[in-house]
């Protein structure tokens, strides 16, 4: 099965504020169904969504199965008040406020819970993030209170020391994994998460003019190493291309996304594996 592990259908690849305002009064049907037909058209059956602050990818998990597809989602992912996150999803100030979130997932049936751990890679500079992580203990507790409701927990997480704590912690599936660490690697290795290490946000963007091409390159180069090396190790990962980011447009961003892995990993039963993973556990708990 073909499928893209990390999308995000309420974003376009081009620009964020217009697709999002699209559905600022009601969700519009039409353009989730272009992006679905996007999947369709290329045969990419399995979508894991990365979740909306608008109901988008709850009505895209209604129309998925009229195109055919396997659609999973968190239906929103939940961030620490004043920490990066309000994007895709809703804030928490307290544990009591957290679980509230954690118990809408379970209430509208959605398939997992999905947590932001930490902020964006800083495209300007090699090694830097748009904002550090949260400490160690909250990234613990979050992971810990959805596995307590049953949920597999999907974690966008930047940076050695925010990755660590989360694989540490048992999260199920690592997004974008930036600038791992060797004891990174080999944590997850020993571990059950898949990382998902969502090469075409920086990698699309070469020659588009927005960032220091070297920069981008620097970064990727580290980026495919890393993947490199876990695989090597016997990490688990998987193919997701953080579609509807800019520069990667749904369909095509997942075909990206598979050649920047191809360069990292030629041997593609590596990946397979993650996904058929991913498949298996992140699902509505029944």
């Known amino acids: 099965m073909r499928g893209d592990c990390h999308i995000h259908v309420i974003m376009d690849g081009v620009n964020y504020r217009k697709a999002v305002e699209l559905h600022r009064e009601q969700v519009q049907d039409a353009p989730i169904r272009r992006c679905l037909a996007a999947y369709q058209e290329r045969g990419i059956t399995f979508l894991r969504e990365g979740g909306d602050a608008r109901h988008v990818s709850e009505r895209a998990r209604d129309l998925a199965p009229e195109y055919g597809l396997d659609y999973r989602t968190p239906l929103f992912a939940i961030h620490k008040k004043g920490h990066y996150g309000g994007i895709v999803g809703y804030a928490f100030e307290t544990w009591e406020e957290y679980r509230?979130?954690?118990?809408?997932?379970?209430?509208k049936r959605g398939d997992?819970?999905?947590?932001?751990?930490?902020?964006?890679?800083?495209?300007?500079?090699v090694g830097a993030l748009s904002e550090e992580g949260l400490d160690r203990e909250a990234i613990r507790e979050m992971?810990?209170?959805?596995?307590?409701?049953?949920f597999a927990v999907m974690s966008h997480t930047n940076g050695a020391e925010n990755a660590l704590a989360a694989i540490?912690?048992?999260?199920?599936?690592?997004?974008?994994?930036?600038?791992?660490?060797?004891?990174?690697?080999?944590?997850?290795?020993?571990?059950?998460?898949?990382?998902?290490?969502?090469?075409?946000?920086?990698?699309?963007?070469?020659g588009a003019g927005?960032?220091?091409?070297?920069?981008?390159?620097?970064?990727?180069?580290?980026?495919?190493?890393?993947?490199?090396?876990?695989?090597g190790k016997g990490a688990l990962l998987a193919v997701g291309s953080d579609a509807g980011a800019w520069q990667v447009p749904h369909g095509t961003g997942t075909e990206t996304e598979e050649h920047w892995m191809r360069q990292a990993l030629p041997e593609s039963a590596v990946l397979e594996r993650g996904m058929e993973e991913i498949q298996r556990r992140?699902?509505?708990p029944e």
């Open 100 to 107: 509230a979130l954690v118990g809408q997932v379970r209430q």
């Open 112 to 125: 997992f819970v999905k947590i932001m751990t930490s902020g964006l890679i800083d495209f300007t500079q």
């Open 143 to 150: 992971i810990h209170i959805a596995h307590e409701e049953g």
């Open 168 to 206: 540490e912690a048992g999260v199920d599936s690592l997004e974008h994994g930036a600038f791992l660490s060797e004891e990174c690697l080999d944590a997850l290795a020993e571990s059950r998460t898949v990382w998902v290490p969502t090469l075409s946000p920086c990698l699309n963007m070469l």
């Open 210 to 231: 927005r960032y220091d091409d070297g920069v981008l390159r620097e970064i990727g180069r580290i980026h495919q190493e890393n993947i490199r090396r876990a695989a």
């Open 282 to 284: 992140f699902r509505y």
